[in-house]
């Protein structure tokens, strides 16, 4: 296998196909980059059996040919190249990677163990990437990281005609937002579901942001389904996570008319704040009144703090009991000046209502977007 | 109760310089031994057994007259029988221990606030803030030896050091009946030709794997660079062994410990073989367990199963769970889902026994939105406030209704381990 290639292209080509590979493999082949080389240039992919990334790229091919490399000590090569076209070729087990001054000589893997690539079918519909990749980065905050239960530890993609719902949570909050998209012919007037794991949607979400429209597609393979996303000559599939996810739509309150609206930012800032003195764990006290908000950390023996900040209050006094990262979580994903945070009501004594934050595009206008995040409040202590 | 038996004593003279040694280990000289000896004065002198007298039941604990046969905790009644024929078997009075308990640990407590109790029958004391008030730490282990012994008739051993393990090494070699102090200065000469395994923290495989090594005593241990102990035991353990044996244990006595873990066993009468039955006996430890748990405050994050087949061989298995929990029926449901995965038809099971491990304190937690335990929580509430109101066992599973305790059953509360 014999090829050259621009420097810039290789290089992203080469990151892309590796970001998806897990830190640790059992099976070390598949920490490996598959370089084919054909008449219409190369192509690039990993596998792990449950993600796979593939892209092509354009190159002089001169040889044509497939080899399997270490793809994480490529995309380090590869990312410190000089500024000089790739010449790429190989001699038995041997590559040669060479440009400008700089030679590399790597050991090919064996690429007949490598398994093949799983087949994706026709098109499901069509996302508009940005508004995707906003929605990735609001929802995956609320899903579980603990693989204890795997269910929640994806991002459930309720797929309607028209529109898109992205659903997670950890069982302390649940986010979701909808988004418009296309499901063009494949139009059905059903609802179905996908679930998806966070982090894998997470990095197809910074992959694909700014690829104008990505193509989406949901294969039933065997026993398992798997979903592609496939966008500039790039294609991402990972396997859907398998069980029931919760029923967590159904926790978010039909009215609430008991609310606060703050200034974001100044929230953000309060609460980081505030929480300096806390232990690892422990939750703020937040006392709404007519006068505004107070912050409090108290329960720590060795420091207390408080601040007092702006807020709208409609409805009754509410204190609430808020672990500062779940709250900053959901504020960083309203992505508006102002923020309403809506306290329901509950009939059990054991259990504080849960608080719904939404964006407010102003102290009196409700926000644009269809976010919606909702947080469990613990017990107040003392 | 340690392996000890008395052979091989150290006390210290008089002489010693103590004040560096304000930490002090106290542990009870054959405590349930010494307890139901209270009760039979004729039997002092002679070997005397603590422990479930039925068929197989287990010994909880042995006078040192005994222990000079071999008798040890834990063994089958049987074979401690054969070991010393003469010995004679009392059963276990839970209720008196912890009434003696209570007493001694009050007796450290007028010497200083700082009592961090270790188990029912032991304690570290830090009595550097005492020094004013009582005398230098050796005159205060012997006040608090002289008033234990005036105030219940029980003897206990004090281990007087600068730092916790070594304290607790010294009472060890104190025993029974006696004083070690061990000062700043000599805590190496103390160590370094004492046997690895007399470290704190060394098990029998840990040991091995440091013998096989050529690692025998801890003074080897002070000589081999933490980064080869490392390799043998893994980061954390290498270097903290390391530490251990140049005397460095920066660990102070604190008198809120949380525990870490909660248990109950049970070795049954005669091998079992019915699952069902196994299965009950699980149901009816989980709910003690959960019991536990809510009187403290805590939630278990993972959850252990231990079984000892009819051959001894015993395995234990556990598992995390999504979110922390106090209640029975989770606990039962995952065991049981561990004894069904480890199942086999031909099993013969000799002791069961379930724990709740990496426990937290349950007013801390964060709540979660939906919980599917709700209903069974409701439930178990519910049979706690009967149970305050009426006494235990008032209300329990279904399956465990009307089902008189079988005769031979020889039940051990494992209690709080740290």
Redesign the interface.
């Known amino acids: 296998m014999k090829f050259s290639a621009n420097r810039d292209v290789f290089s992203e080509a080469v990151s892309f196909a590796v970001k998806l590979l897990p830190q640790r493999t059992t099976l070390p082949i598949l920490s490996g980059v598959l370089i084919e080389a054909t008449e219409s240039g190369l192509t690039l992919s990993s596998f792990d059996y449950e993600v796979s990334a593939r892209t092509e790229i354009d190159a002089d091919v001169e040889e044509q040919g497939r080899v399997l490399v270490s793809g994480r000590l490529l995309a380090d090569i590869a990312s410190r190249l000089p500024n000089a076209p790739v010449q790429f070729s190989t001699d038995a087990a041997r590559i040669s990677v060479s440009c400008g001054a700089a030679k590399f000589t790597l050991l090919s893997m064996p690429v007949e163990e490598y398994p093949s690539l799983p087949e994706i079918s026709a098109e499901s519909g069509l996302l508009p990437a940005d508004s995707f990749a906003t929605a990735v980065s609001q929802v995956a905050v609320a899903a579980s990281r603990?693989d204890?239960?795997p269910v929640i530890t994806g991002v459930q993609l309720e797929i309607g005609d028209t529109s898109l719902g992205l659903v997670a949570?950890d069982?302390?909050?649940?986010a979701v937002r909808e988004i418009d998209w296309d499901r063009g012919d494949n139009a059905s007037g059903e609802t179905s579901t996908a679930l998806v794991p966070a982090r894998t949607l997470q990095e197809i979400g910074k992959t694909f942001g700014h690829s104008g429209t990505i193509s989406v597609a949901i294969t039933a393979t065997d026993e398992r389904e798997l979903i592609a996303f496939s966008a500039n000559r790039k294609t991402v599939t990972s396997l859907l996570i398998k069980g029931n996810f919760?029923p967590?739509k159904r926790?978010f309150p039909e009215t609430v008319d008991n609310y606060a609206v703050i200034n974001t930012a100044d929230l953000i800032e309060a609460t980081r704040r505030v929480s300096l003195v806390l232990e690892r764990?422990?939750?703020l006290r937040f006392t709404f009144t007519i006068d505004g908000l107070t912050l409090e950390a108290i329960g720590s023996e060795q420091a207390q703090a408080s601040e007092n900040i702006d807020a709208l209050l409609t409805g009754n006094d509410t204190v609430v009991s808020l672990?500062p990262q779940?709250l900053l979580d959901g504020l960083g994903a309203v992505h508006s000046e102002f923020v309403r945070l809506s306290f329901t009501k509950t009939d059990n004594p054991n259990?504080?209502g849960?608080v719904l934050i939404t964006s407010q595009s102003s102290k009196d206008q409700a926000g644009a977007d269809n976010y919606r995040y909702?947080l469990?409040?613990?017990?107040l202590?003392r | 109760m340690s392996k000890n038996d008395g052979s091989g004593r150290q006390v210290s003279a008089t002489s010693v310089d103590d004040t560096t040694a304000t930490i002090l280990h106290i542990d009870m000289d054959a405590f349930f031994a010494s307890v139901e000896l209270l009760e039979h004065p004729e039997l002092r002198g002679t070997p005397v057994i603590v422990g479930g007298t039925a068929g197989r039941g287990v010994v909880t604990s042995a006078t040192y007259e005994a222990r000079r046969f071999g008798v040890r905790s834990a063994m089958p009644m049987s074979q401690a029988l054969r070991l010393c024929p003469k010995a004679t078997v009392l059963p276990s009075h839970y209720e008196r221990y912890s009434h003696f308990s209570r007493r001694v640990m009050d007796i450290f407590r007028d010497m200083t606030p700082l009592v961090e109790p270790l188990s029912i029958d032991e304690a570290f004391l830090d009595v550097a803030g005492a020094r004013r008030l009582f005398g230098s730490p050796a005159t205060i282990a012997e006040t608090i030896r002289a008033r234990v012994l005036s105030d219940t008739g029980l003897t206990c051993s004090v281990g007087a050091a600068s730092a916790k393990f070594v304290a607790k090494m010294a009472s060890t070699r104190a025993k029974p009946d006696g004083l070690l102090v061990v000062p700043a200065e000599a805590t190496l000469d103390f160590l370094h030709p004492l046997p690895v395994g007399a470290l704190w923290g060394v098990g029998r495989t840990t040991q091995e794997a440091l013998e096989r090594r050529g690692l025998r005593l801890i003074g080897d241990l002070a000589a081999t660079p933490p980064e080869v102990l490392s390799k043998v035991l893994g980061d954390a353990a290498g270097a903290k062994l390391h530490a251990l044996a140049w005397g460095i244990d920066a660990r102070r006595v604190s008198t809120h410990r949380p525990e870490k873990s909660m248990g109950h066993e049970n070795t049954f009468g005669a091998d079992v073989t019915d699952p069902e039955r196994v299965r009950r006996e699980l149901l009816g430890q989980a709910d003690r367990v959960a019991v536990r748990l809510r009187k403290a405050g805590y939630t278990a994050r993972t959850v252990s199963l231990k079984l000892r087949y009819a051959d001894f061989t015993t395995i234990t298995r556990s598992r995390?769970?999504?979110?922390p929990t106090d209640l029975a029926r989770r606990i039962y449901e995952e065991v049981r889902d561990i004894y069904d995965g480890v199942r086999r038809p031909s099993d013969r099971i000799r002791l069961v026994g379930v724990r709740a491990e990496h426990l937290v304190d349950a007013?801390?937690?964060?709540?979660?939105?939906?919980d599917p335990d709700e209903d069974w929580r409701e439930a178990e509430r519910a049979v706690d406030a009967a149970s305050m109101r009426f006494g235990r066992g008032v209300v329990k599973p279904a399956s465990l209704m009307s089902r008189p305790k079988p005769v031979g059953t020889d039940e051990v509360d494992t209690g709080p381990r740290r």
């Open positions: 603990d204890v239960t949570t069982r302390y909050r649940v919760p967590v926790l764990e422990a939750a672990k779940f259990k504080p849960p909702l469990q409040p613990n017990l202590l | 995390t769970l999504g979110e007013s801390g937690n964060q709540l979660s939105l939906w």
